[in-house]
């Protein structure tokens, strides 16, 4: 008869016979466990973690509801346990992959930028150490008093900075001047917010309250930018250059240079100057994403707009610095009557453009100098030939829209170097050796083209796969002897790395969070290695900005082969966004890498900025860092939705309310 079983059966009724016959029984009962502990764990591997799920306690008491904003997940959620399933790349190795091969970096592909690292003071972690042991009544929060008001982009909004420029003949003034230390105080909500139309009806209108802003529908209105129709902006889907409709205007491209393929051959585009960025949200219909940018200036909340519609934009301005992307990663650039000079000054600013198109890729130019007669159009025409000959640029198509009585023209960029070696004059002349093509944060721009490149096993000398399959595929020019970012031959990592955050998003992003993904559209990475968790999501009727940290390894380029997105930033700066622009951040062992360098409290400021009223945010990190982030959310009153705990780490979801604090910041 099995000890449990007897003990229990014959249980003495008291005293201190019972107490020791107690005592005794536990103890064996330990030792069993112990041994069957340890032989299942080296013998049999379980077919699935569980851990405990924590349900956390709301702040929903203290919020305002807004009847057309989530405010809490029902209970029913609450059962889903962690499904977290480790594979050939276990959770672990997300965490420590700085730390492998550190003294190896440089052998690997993907090199590191030391640009320009902003280093919080010594005594950053200790304060914010002890404010996440304090209770969340600590926090003081205030509403941002500044020009902008609901608007506030802290690193383009800085008067003080901007004031002190001694030029702004070259848009200083709409570059980035990020404060010395990021603000920790709160965007106001537009009187009247209410959650954003899901796509792809957003597409078409959205809510006047949630942009409160009527300038752009009265200048732009009669190009089809977007009208003002009583509780709503709506978007005909024109332009300056399609005022008949983007889609017209997309297939006219195609019809004059059929190579172009949209997304097969041409997936992922940059669109300068986007207006409200109406190009670049067509064209989703044809399965190519579209980096729409422009500066925030006149054209009041343009980039918004995109953001609010669900379509991809940032705000950014050709200056005087680089684009924070890197070379050779566009399939297209387009320009369509976007306000930029790119015949002057030695052509500074096409060869910006130069340095991001890939090798064989099309600049699609539609502006006035393309079709008009005036003296100025001429000139600029005449100018911007001898330019684009000069750069080895081919003019391969220039046709005459008859409906939107516009002119489009289409050069390609050489795909080998033949041609640079064949000009009698070397200008613009070829960058200089050590000059990295990649760099670009807080790079000023340079007058000179890089060479293409041309070994087979150089990235740039073919053409990425053809959408979908490139995705997937590891790219030709992944080299297998130096080891990938988590320590295997590096088109292992990479389909590992996909492999493992197909499980995840399956497993436990899908079901287990509180998301309900069909109200998903803007979904940002703050922490993008591979892609891996945007190409997980690729299904989905949602685009995600991979985010790729100045001090990690670049891995940007393979995020663009694959065909999708990015950009190079510090998340110790603000982002070159509008507030409530998306509606899921994602950040996977972002936080602790940061606690060094920038508080973290700085950082849940930008993320309270950037997520919409009712978005959500999915942190994966050590769990002494998600229990303080964990108090600076409640504080904030965002909704705890779930944390998952795992070994030392934790998976935290939480929802962002509409709570804002009554009073302002002094101004300064």
């Known amino acids: 008869m099995p000890v449990g079983k007897s ?14 016959t107690a005592t005794l029984l536990v103890l064996m009962f330990m030792s069993i466990f112990g041994v069957w502990m340890l032989t299942s764990n080296s013998v049999v591997t379980p077919p699935r973690q569980k851990s405990i799920v924590h349900k956390e306690t709301s702040h929903s008491d203290s919020i305002h509801h807004n009847p057309n904003l989530p405010q809490k997940i029902p209970s029913d959620q609450t059962a889903t346990v962690f499904e977290d399933i480790p594979g050939d790349l276990p959770a672990d190795a997300l965490k420590e992959e700085d730390e492998h091969n550190k003294d190896e970096r440089d052998t690997i592909p993907f090199k590191q930028h030391t640009e320009k690292l902003k280093t919080a003071k010594n005594d950053t972690e200790k304060e914010g150490g002890k404010q996440a042991k304090d209770n969340v009544d600590m926090y003081k929060w205030e509403l941002c008093n500044v020009t ?37 105080c709160l965007v106001p909500l537009p009187e009247g917010y209410k959650k954003p139309i899901p796509w792809p009806a957003s597409r078409n209108k959205i809510w006047f309250h949630n942009v409160p802003h009527k300038d752009l529908a009265k200048v732009k209105g009669h190009q089809n930018w977007v009208k003002a129709t009583g509780e709503f902006l709506t978007f005909p889907g024109g332009g300056t250059q399609f005022i008949h409709g983007a889609l017209h205007y997309i297939d006219f491209v195609q019809q004059m240079v059929p190579e172009i393929a949209w997304g097969k051959h041409t997936r992922v585009i940059l669109d300068v100057g986007c207006g409200v960025a109406s190009f670049g949200g067509f064209l989703f219909d044809k399965n190519v994403l579209t980096m729409s940018f422009a500066p925030k200036d006149e054209h009041e909340a343009q980039v918004q707009f995109a953001l609010e519609r669900g379509i991809p934009a940032i705000s950014a301005v050709m200056g005087t610095q680089r684009l924070p992307f890197p070379y050779n990663v566009f399939d297209l650039v387009h320009c369509a009557r976007c306000r ?55 003019l391969i198509s220039i046709k005459k829209d008859k409906l939107n009585l516009i002119g489009v023209a289409v050069y390609q960029k050489p795909n080998s170097n033949e041609c640079y070696s064949e000009r009698k004059k070397q200008e613009p002349p070829m960058c200089k050796p050590d000059d990295d093509p990649n760099a670009s944060w807080y790079v000023p721009l340079q007058i000179c083209m890089h060479k293409v490149p041309s070994k087979e096993t150089e990235r740039g000398s073919q053409w990425p796969e053809e959408w979908p399959e490139r995705v997937l595929k590891p790219p030709y020019w992944l080299n297998k002897n130096p080891l990938g970012i988590y320590g295997k031959p590096t088109p292992k990592d990479f389909e590992a790395d996909y492999e ?40 989905l009727k949602l685009w995600v900005m991979n985010v790729v940290n100045i001090d990690s390894p670049d891995t940007l380029p393979l995020i663009y082969e694959r065909g999708l997105f990015g950009i190079y930033h510090d998340w110790c700066e603000s982002f070159s966004t509008y507030p409530r622009t998306y509606d899921l951040l994602h950040a996977d062992h972002l936080f602790s890498k940061l606690k060094n360098r920038c508080k973290t409290i700085v950082v849940i400021t930008e993320v309270d900025r950037i997520v919409r009223p009712g978005g959500k945010l999915i942190i994966r990190d050590k769990s002494n860092m998600i229990e303080e982030i964990k108090n600076l959310l409640k504080s904030l009153h965002w909704e705890i939705l779930l944390t998952f705990s795992k070994n030392e780490e934790q998976i935290l979801s939480a929802q962002k309310s509409t709570w804002r604090p009554k009073t302002y910041t002094t101004p300064s």
């Open 148 to 184: 902008t008001g609901m608007d506030y982009i802290p690193c383009l909004d800085n008067e003080i900075a901007i004031s002190k420029l001694r030029s702004k003949g070259h848009y200083e003034h709409r570059e980035r001047h990020c404060p010395d230390e990021g603000p920790t």
């Open 340 to 394: 930029v000079p790119w015949h002057i000054e030695g052509g500074k600013l096409l060869l910006e453009l130069n340095r991001v198109l890939r090798p064989g890729g099309y600049f699609v130019w539609s502006a006035t100098p393309v079709y008009r007669k005036e003296k100025e159009d001429v000139q600029i025409w005449k100018e911007m030939s001898a330019l684009t000959v000069a750069m080895c640029w081919k």
């Open 500 to 539: 493992y955050w197909k499980r995840v998003v399956s497993n436990t992003y899908m079901h287990g969070l509180g998301v309900n993904w069909s109200n998903v559209r803007n979904v940002m990475d703050m922490r993008a290695v591979y892609g891996g968790f945007a190409a997980a999501l690729k299904d």
């Open 7 to 20: 003990r229990a059966s014959k249980r003495p009724s008291g005293g201190s016979s019972s107490s020791s």
